[in-house]
């Protein structure tokens, strides 16, 4: 297993490494047993094809921008932000583009449960074409301080919350990803906390920069960016972004996280953007934005404190609300 220690590490320009793993091997351990089991899945992902369908819902690209959301640096370039990413079923590295082409992304299906009116599972298209995409333009800030800007399309979270029609009660939707060892070869590692998992508070969720994401670039959303539904919550981490989501649990009980699993003390569950408060092995004051070499400061909120601040009133006192 991968456990490095490096204190007062600054990200080189060069390799953005994924300092995610730098856990407290201590903090989660699952016994011996269950990872020798997890070796007799079958071979790696990256040799396995999955040969595609046309995405049934091409048709709806691009979608028309909401020009509401605008940036104040250019889009990152398509071809690199999809050659770097962070999709850690798939491998520890930027690398996974290849391997995540064996996910099957069709028939896919979402399910909404827990403190709801009514459980439903929805099919992907229906639920696209039911609730409409627009597209927005969003800056995207990892943990590991690197940056992007991403025109994504989909649809606000506040839509599905609206199908999901939850009870009075419930305070948290957890969210999480699809769980198949024999496409995603890190998935056989059962040590880690599989699936990932993420949460937002209700309030959260019903914000209106709080998007689910269909597509990118203009056409629906390649594998490695998390196809066929991810979350965007620009003024948070970039691992509140939870990749291809399979459900979503309306609950009382505050969602625990992958990385809040893994390394509580480094990934909390608010994880909103502050450049004053640092990682505790690096500073968040700044930022690398990827393909172009440039270092820029980082924005409290990642810039989007005008819509997202009040959110926050008042829980400052008994909540770290910096990752
Ligand atoms: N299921 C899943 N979702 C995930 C991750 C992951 O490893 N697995 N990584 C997160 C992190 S740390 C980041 S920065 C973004 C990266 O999104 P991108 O690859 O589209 O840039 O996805 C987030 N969502
Ligand atoms: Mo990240």
Redesign the pocket.
């Known amino acids: 297993m991968n456990v490095i220690h490096r204190r007062g590490w600054n990200m080189p320009e060069s390799q953005a490494t994924p300092e995610?793993l730098f856990f407290n091997r201590r903090d989660f351990l699952i016994g011996g047993a269950t990872a020798i089991a997890a070796s007799s899945f079958a071979a790696p992902a990256s040799a396995q094809r999955v040969a595609d369908a046309k995405d049934p819902t091409a048709d709806l690209y691009p979608a028309k921008r909401n020009e509401m959301f605008t940036l104040d640096r250019p889009v990152t370039d398509e071809k690199l932000?999809g050659n770097?990413?962070?999709?850690?079923?798939f491998g520890m590295q930027k690398t996974i583009a290849e391997a995540a082409q064996a996910l099957p992304i069709r028939p896919w299906t979402v399910k909404i449960d827990g403190m709801v009116e009514k459980e439903q599972t929805l099919d992907i298209d229906t639920l696209i074409r039911k609730v409409g995409i627009e597209e927005r333009l969003y800056r995207?800030r990892?943990?590991?301080a690197w940056s992007?800007a991403?025109p994504w399309s989909g649809f606000p979270m506040a839509k599905l919350v609206a199908m999901a029609k939850p009870l009075g009660s419930a305070k948290y939707v957890r969210m999480e990803?699809f769980m198949n060892p024999k496409v995603a070869g890190e998935q056989r590692k059962t040590w880690y906390p599989w699936?990932?998992v993420?949460g937002l508070t209700m309030a959260e969720a019903g914000n209106d920069l709080t998007f689910l994401v269909t597509g990118?670039y203009g056409h629906p959303l390649p594998k490695?960016?998390?196809a066929p539904l991810?979350?965007a919550t620009p003024w948070k981490?970039?691992?509140?972004?939870?990749?291809?989501i399979v459900r979503f649990t309306f609950t009382d009980k505050r969602p625990v996280g992958?990385?809040e699993m893994l390394q509580s003390s480094e990934y909390g569950f608010w994880a909103n953007v502050n450049p004053e408060v640092p990682h505790p092995r690096w500073s968040q004051a700044s930022e690398e934005v990827i393909g172009t070499g440039e270092r820029r400061p980082t924005l409290l909120f990642n810039g989007y404190g005008a819509q997202v601040a009040d959110l926050y009133k008042g829980l400052e006192k008994t909540e770290r609300l910096w990752a």
């Open positions: 995610h932000n770097f990413n962070n999709f850690y079923e995207h990892c943990v590991e992007m991403v990803t699936p990932y993420e990118a490695q960016h998390g991810r979350l981490y970039g691992f509140k972004h939870i990749k291809s992958y990385w």
